[in-house]
């Protein structure tokens, strides 16, 4: 499984064994990101530490705002002095930040807001990992607006999808979440990391109502957070030029949703139950997936050439599959927001169930159940900062299909 | 017809929102003829807030950034971050400033970067309607404070004073001239400069501080009960503090701070 960068990946890549958060840091550097303003939050801040230097390296800027609301405003300022900007946080700096990911949206300019979410609400559980702001993400700000949320899985997905954000951020002249938590956060494992600075176009889009010239140029933009027409003036007072703003920055993003959605799937073809999972539970959910079809892992693969462990594994993973009747299959959404529906509805047509694994109380599920109008969808909540167990997914898979049988 | 209009307004823009007698014009012209005067046209860009001042830069045809309710600095301070080599002007109003902006207020002084910030103190929130402001006077009675402010109120100058800012001024709309002048000096100046300008709101605070709705009136009273400052003078009471509070060459401006540090 392995996709996420638009195009061709370059050849100059290099291993390396970095965090999650690490992986995120490194990857905005090299999509360009010149300009880093953030306040310490767990579990987010390795990646302020990390841009701390790395960005100074390669002559960007980097400051330690007073909090996470200037953190935010200060990475929309820089954007319009013309440096690609980021900020990262976690749960209760994300609600601050809500404010300024609307102006954001109003005024249509390209950010990247890091969300490595822990358990809330309130101050919660700063050092557990949570999916409980899915809703957030989407519905933080007040007012209608479309977000693009990012959801990843690993550490190579921090890298990429970091990049990733960047693109869609600058082509859809939109702020662009990337909705990590803290188990996807504070893993490390192998990440393919490449030098020098990616090539990311930016230029004047049709669909963008806003001004779109940066600051300096003599263009005498005008950035304003009530509603506007194309030259910054506002129209707030003016209730049809104000629906016709409203939909325009909504359906920039909806209408594009093709171009936005990213699904990796695993054993779909004949699966008559999905499992559909985003973020670090798209983990033991692929682990149910192969479990489930007797599929061993690499590892696994490798202790079997140890001839002693040979017979004990024949009993253990081939013998006593008490899940092989299941026929499951993932679907892992990468981009959460906006919400796929024709590619969800087209992969899951043909299955009888779908169970949604997720960190917090049962929230994306809703949505995968206003979607599919012929499959059951069945919640599979867990709360308290602990990621499912692939055994866990299979056995509320197993119970249900004995049951609904 | 003055020839900065044509230059210098986004026409298509006018009438502004502001009410007759409004002392944000007197503001608006100092700001335009100290970047006339300046030359700089092309390398500065304002940033304001939420709040009848924060109105001012959105009828000039500069670059111009209209934020969120006090993010005004952190919005600044980001621009000036990525473009070190060009000016930031930034108007905000005592509410913007000093209630909800407080905290980045605080620390856009302490780093001293080089911002300049002309913050026009009408006592009052007046596009909400007329309520107390933290530069509401005591006593003054407003929708509320019906039975008269009972809170300090807070003196933006001195706070930033305290707080490291390196070019602290404060004027009132009935000195336009030094007003002007003080904008062109913190621009000038390499560091945090503040510019306070007393300013009258003749809808909303008029009658509830001054007694009267007449804005002329209300000038006349800020000439006469203003004085300016000079270092070692004797201060008269209950006089409103006028001209240069501070002005300090020799500390370091943030940016130079952290060349430096990773040079």
Redesign the interface.
């Known amino acids: 499984m392995e996709i996420h960068i638009n195009g061709p990946r370059p050849q100059n890549g290099r291993k390396v064994i970095l965090q999650g958060n690490e992986a995120c840091a490194k990857g905005a550097i090299y999509a360009g990101c010149r300009f880093f303003a953030g306040y310490p939050i767990t579990p987010s801040t390795e990646i302020i530490e990390l841009m701390s230097s790395e960005i100074v390296n390669v002559g960007g800027t980097f400051i330690q705002m007073e909090d996470e609301i200037a953190s935010a405003c200060a990475a929309v300022g820089a954007r319009w002095g013309g440096k690609r900007a980021m900020t990262a946080t976690s749960g209760p700096g994300f609600t601050l930040m809500q404010e300024t990911i609307g102006f954001a949206a109003v005024t249509e300019t390209p950010v990247v807001i890091v969300n490595v979410q822990r358990g809330g609400p309130s101050t919660g559980q700063p050092t557990m990992s949570s999916q409980q702001d899915i809703y957030q993400v989407k519905y933080g700000s007040h007012g209608d607006y479309e977000i693009i949320a990012l959801t990843p899985s690993s550490a190579q997905e921090m890298y990429d999808f970091t990049i990733r954000a960047f693109e869609l951020s600058e082509k859809f002249r939109t702020p662009v979440i990337l909705l990590a938590d803290e188990a996807v956060g504070h893993l490390r494992e192998k990440v393919v990391i490449y030098d020098g600075e990616r090539k990311i176009r930016g230029g004047h889009r049709n669909y963008v109502v806003s001004p779109q010239e940066d600051f300096y140029m003599g263009n005498n933009s005008l950035v304003e957070g009530q509603l506007h027409d194309e030259e910054g003036k506002r129209i707030g007072h003016l209730a049809p030029k104000s629906s016709d703003f409203i939909n325009s920055i909504n359906r920039k993003i909806t209408n594009h949703i093709d171009e936005i959605h990213d699904i990796e799937t695993y054993l779909m073809e004949d699966a008559d139950i999905a499992i559909l999972a985003y973020g670090s539970v798209a983990r033991p959910a692929l682990n149910a997936v192969k479990t489930a079809k007797g599929i061993r892992e690499e590892a696994e693969e490798k202790w079997k050439k140890l001839r002693f462990l040979k017979g004990l594994l024949k009993s253990k993973a081939l013998h006593e599959n008490p899940y092989s009747h299941l026929n499951v299959g993932l679907i892992k959404v990468n981009a959460v927001w906006p919400f796929p529906d024709n590619e969800i509805r087209r992969l899951a047509e043909k299955c009888k169930y779908v169970f949604v694994p997720e960190m917090n109380i049962g929230k994306y599920y809703k949505e995968v159940e206003r979607c599919l109008h012929h499959s059951k969808v069945i919640s599979l909540p867990k709360i308290g900062g602990e990621i499912h167990k692939p055994t866990e997914i299979l056995d509320a898979i197993a119970k249900e299909v004995e049951e609904s049988e | 017809m003055n020839r900065l209009k044509e230059r210098y307004l986004?026409l298509?823009?006018l009438p502004t929102l502001f009410c007759p007698g409004c002392g944000n014009g007197i503001v608006q012209y100092a700001a335009i003829a100290a970047i006339d005067k300046m030359g700089i046209r092309?390398?500065i860009?304002c940033?304001s807030g939420?709040g009848c001042s924060s109105w001012i830069p959105?009828y000039l045809?500069?670059?111009?950034?209209?934020?969120?309710h006090g993010?005004a600095l952190?919005?600044?301070?980001?621009?000036?971050?990525?473009?070190p080599e060009?000016q930031v002007l930034v108007f905000t109003g005592d509410g913007d400033c000093l209630a909800i902006g407080g905290?980045?207020l605080?620390?856009a002084c302490k780093r001293n970067i080089d911002l300049t910030v002309v913050m026009v103190n009408n006592h009052i929130y007046a596009m909400t309607g007329g309520q107390k402001s933290p530069a509401t006077p005591k006593g003054v009675i407003t929708k509320t404070s019906p039975g008269g402010n009972y809170e300090e109120p807070i003196d933006g100058a001195q706070l930033v004073i305290c707080m490291g800012a390196t070019y602290v001024a404060r004027w009132t709309t009935a000195h336009p001239v030094q007003l002007q002048k003080s904008i062109e000096a913190g621009i000038k100046h390499k560091g945090f400069s503040f510019i306070e300008v007393i300013s009258q709101c003749p809808t909303q605070s008029g009658v509830s501080i001054y007694g009267v709705k007449d804005p002329a009136y209300i000038m006349k009273f800020f000439k006469e009960n203003s004085y300016i400052y000079k270092e070692g003078m004797d201060e008269p009471k209950n006089k409103i503090q006028c001209g240069v509070l501070k002005h300090d060459n020799d500390q370091p401006e943030y940016i130079d701070r952290?060349e430096a540090r990773?040079k």
């Open positions: 986004r298509d823009a092309n390398d860009a940033v939420i959105c045809n500069l670059d111009v950034m209209h934020t969120t993010r952190a919005f600044a301070q980001g621009l000036k971050l990525a473009r060009k905290n980045h605080l620390h952290m990773f």
